[in-house]
């Protein structure tokens, strides 16, 4: 099978090491077909077995993979190596996370963010022993939001945490999305409560990068503008009603 | 010494593990989860197809029933499944399915708005209940939100080293966080071990990397039997290059499985069902036909997928057409999918009763990494999935129950701390965790020896080229050979670094040391099952034989290899007949 080399510059992290930052170049002989995250096994096996990055599926669906190559981010089972043969690639983290040793990063930021609008269905009651009665149109709307794998790649391009670090980041709020959307939940209110802030929707920029980059194609930023469209009509609404019970009260 | 202490220890963060710790947390229990990698990484998250349970959702000229299920499973299984079971779990999976949908899962609907079915192979009705072909993220997310709320705490990334035994009773693990320095001991009154499968000693295999068998080795090395382990399931399509999965859901969708010659070759095979067929014979005919000249290359067959149109494969298949676009640059509205067959799932592992207890009091297993015996010597496509949430629900309440609470008497507050509780036993504990100090010191300090991933890499060769869809006497001979000689080889690897913490090659040396186990007891159960039955097909003895081998293996460990005894088949409803589709 005919071969041609790929040249891998890694960022290397080792918090025990002087210094504890350096770059590192591999060379990888590739096939026909190959990834990067092939690539990057086997440069764990044959030449070093220090180097260290999370993977589980090789097939896009569990999101362990995500890092920076040559400055963006993707899914590094879902990158072939043959659009990056001609020069040298550049392999970094994950940006916005806390490195933990190569290009593992520490994604608990993430988790917590998640944790934070009670990510589970509360659902309505319903009559014992059956499902919801849902139609396909209702379940199509919220499909695309499910498919989010928690990668953690929207939040490394997100620029709404510069400017406010406990942002829930896109991937929170599209998942949030994915509750207020979902007939069965019984929450409405207190999702756009939760949400309701500077760390919530009103702290995104609406630059579609998470759009963009997302490897599922969920469109977070759809579901951030929706949402805050759906607070101002609330607003609204409780604006109009306790303008009339003034109006009324003022008229007894 | 620090050391963990939970009523009920589940490692594994997949399907069967997340609803055994719900189960068990709803009961009442302190339960944590330990997993070698954060929840949602696990396998289950790449199930694709779907679920069964007899819902009768869809119109179709006879009712379907979960009489009907169990049918179906035990003719699949080649009558090798305990029908019991089986019945259990076309029962209970109703419930269970519900209750899923129940908790948020995204079910593709039928015009009426219920669960909606599709046709899968080897079923007899449009059965299986599915959320577009994702099926399995759609549920693996549901459930971690489950596990979200109830707040039950997960160790992420640690890795169970060992079971600790004393006085005939699992009393925990030995637990390792992959980034510290240090081994944890965790006590638990019960331990249940939901690992999943061991597809990655095969080198063609739609599993994840990360599925090595680690958990069925656990228990094989603490003495307990593995079961039928001869029954690896082939699934006839996955992705030509990198065998990810291609879900059977695109043949119940209306898929054809094509030759070089333009043939939907199933015709020869399986005249009724076609393409439907169980997955054994659809693999079987899929490998014939490649090795008789009918392949593309030499290597592959199409799944053709065109005459479904756009719009239906758009939402019905839209992650096979996602993966076949990434992997395989090919967009199947436009192109056949290139595919092979390739290992896909363990029929055995761990025997259980059905409630998940295994021959060692205390310790329970559940899903993929278990055997008990739903699947015979042949899985139907859906019931993994269904398989785990029954048998993972099963596991978790009878763990619970099993606790004793005036041993236990902290109850929740106890939760995760340190410092022993009841009839602790630290020597147990200290001596397992001396001992892979002093292995570690031992590997560290050989200069010669070869790299794992050489023996790692010869073993899945091996296994794909001996031990796989077609088995022979010569071949499996000189497998079984071959893997004494890895395991010599074995014997003498030597690894760089000294420290626990960040040790890659220490944890490929663990895996390694699991992988040809059993890979060992697979080649030794199909060497000395003489006759050919669901998954396990002996060219040299083509029939099945039930006089001789209508029988389950257990398979035990000992310094020469596997030693097999057989158990006989629990036969309730349907007499085994011949199997013909």
Redesign the interface.
């Given at each position: 099978m005919e071969t041609s080399a790929l040249i891998l510059k890694i960022k290397r992290y080792n918090p025990e090491k002087d210094p504890p930052r350096w770059t590192e170049t591999f060379n990888v002989d590739t096939k026909k077909g190959m990834n990067l995250l092939e690539a990057l096994l086997q440069i764990q096996d044959e030449q070093d077995p220090t180097l260290f990055f999370r993977y589980s599926c090789r097939g896009a669906v569990c999101g362990s993979c995500g890092m920076k190559v040559n400055g963006k981010l993707a899914l590094a089972c879902r990158t072939p190596v043959e659009g990056l043969l001609e020069e040298t690639t550049l392999i970094e983290p994950l940006p916005f996370f806390p490195v933990i040793r190569d290009l593992i990063v520490d994604m608990s930021p993430l988790f917590e963010h998640f944790r934070k609008i009670e990510p589970y269905l509360h659902g309505k009651p319903v009559m014992p022993e059956r499902e919801h009665i849902m139609t396909e149109e209702e379940r199509k709307a919220v499909d695309p939001y499910i498919q989010c794998i928690l990668c953690g790649i929207c939040f490394g391009v997100c620029p709404a945490f510069n400017r406010e670090a406990l942002f829930f980041g896109p991937a929170i709020l599209a998942k949030a999305f994915r509750f207020l959307l979902d007939p069965r939940d019984r929450r409405d209110k207190e999702i756009l409560e939760s949400v309701n802030h500077h760390q919530g929707v009103w702290g995104c920029n609406t630059v579609f990068q998470c759009v963009k980059v997302c490897p599922k194609e969920v469109p977070p930023t759809h579901a951030i503008v929706k949402m805050r469209r759906n607070i101002l009509k609330y607003r609204l609404v409780s604006f109009f009603s306790r303008f009339s019970s003034l109006c009324r009260s003022s008229s007894k | 010494m620090e050391i963990l202490s939970h009523d009920i220890l589940i490692i594994g963060g997949g399907l069967a593990g997340l609803r055994a710790a719900i189960e068990a947390q709803k009961a009442g229990r302190d339960v944590a989860i330990l997993s070698k990698?954060?929840p949602?990484?696990?396998?289950s998250?790449?199930a694709q197809g779907g679920i069964n349970a007899a819902f009768d959702n869809v119109p179709a000229p006879v009712n379907d029933s979960w009489e009907n299920h169990s049918f179906d499973t035990i003719k699949g299984s080649d009558y090798l499944a305990d029908q019991d079971v089986v019945e259990i779990m076309c029962r209970e999976g109703l419930?269970r399915v519900?209750e899923m949908?129940?908790?948020?899962t995204?079910?593709?609907?039928t015009?009426?708005?219920?669960?909606a079915q599709r046709p899968f192979g080897g079923a007899g009705f449009p059965r299986t209940c599915y959320a577009?072909d994702?099926t399995g993220?759609?549920l693996l997310?549901?459930l971690y939100?489950?596990v979200?709320?109830l707040r039950i705490p997960v160790y992420e990334e640690w890795h169970a080293l060992s079971l600790v035994v004393a006085e005939g009773r699992c009393i925990g693990i030995l637990a390792f966080p992959l980034?510290e320095e240090r081994t944890v001991p965790i006590q638990a009154e019960a331990t249940i071990l939901a690992t999943g499968g061991y597809g990655r000693i095969y080198l063609r295999s739609t599993n994840?990397?990360?599925n090595t068998g680690r958990g069925c080795y656990l228990a094989y090395q603490a003495g307990l039997p593995l079961e039928d382990m001869e029954f690896v399931q082939f699934h006839p399509t996955s992705l030509f290059?990198?065998n990810?999965?291609i879900t059977e859901g695109a043949r119940g969708e209306g898929g054809y499985l094509v030759n070089v010659k333009g043939e939907r070759y199933m015709e020869r095979y399986a005249p009724h069902l076609m393409e439907l067929g169980p997955r054994d014979i659809v693999a079987r005919a899929t490998q014939r036909e490649i090795d008789e000249g009918g392949g593309f290359e030499g290597q592959y067959v199409h799944l053709d997928l065109r005459h479904l149109g756009r719009e239906k494969i758009l939402d019905r298949l839209p992650?096979i057409r996602?993966?076949a676009m990434?992997?395989?640059g090919i967009d199947p509205i436009l192109n056949p999918i290139p595919i092979q067959p390739a290992q896909h799932y363990s029929m055995g592992g761990i025997p259980t009763n059905v409630d998940g207890e295994t021959p060692l009091p205390g310790l329970y297993a559940a899903g993929e990494c278990a055997c008990v015996s739903v699947h015979g010597a042949n899985r139907l496509g859906g019931n993994s999935l269904l398989e785990t949430l029954v048998f993972g629900a099963r596991a978790g309440r009878k763990a619970a129950s099993n606790v004793n609470p005036v041993r236990n008497s902290r109850g929740m507050i106890s939760n995760g701390v340190k410092g022993e509780k009841g009839d602790f036993n630290p020597l147990a504990f200290q001596n397992q965790s001396a001992a892979f100090q002093s292995g570690l010191h031992d590997l560290s300090s050989r200069k010669e020896g070869e790299?794992c991933?050489r023996l790692r890499d010869e073993l899945k060769a091996l296994m794909t080229d001996q031990v796989g869809i077609f088995r022979r006497e010569s071949d499996l001979l000189s497998a079984k050979e071959k893997i004494r000689e890895l395991k010599e080889r074995f014997g003498r690897i030597g690894?760089?670094?000294k420290r626990l913490a960040?040790n890659?090659?220490w944890i490929?040396y663990l895996e390694l040391e699991g992988m040809l186990h059993v890979a060992e007891v697979i080649t030794e159960g199909a060497l000395a099952r003489k006759e050919s039955r669901g998954s396990h097909f002996r060219t040299d003895y083509p029939e099945r034989d039930d006089e001789h081998w209508l029988r389950h293996t257990f398979a035990y460990k000992t310094p020469a290899g596997a030693r097999l005894e057989y158990k006989e088949v629990k036969i309730t409803t349907y007499p085994p007949k011949e199997r013909t589709y």
């Open positions: - | 990698v954060h949602l990484r696990s396998h998250v790449a419930e519900i949908e129940r908790w948020g995204l079910f593709s609907r015009e009426d708005g219920k669960i577009a994702r993220h759609n997310h549901v939100e489950q979200t709320g980034f994840a990397i990360i290059g990198t990810i999965l992650g996602q993966i990434d992997f395989a790299p991933f690894i760089k670094q960040f890659n090659e490929q």
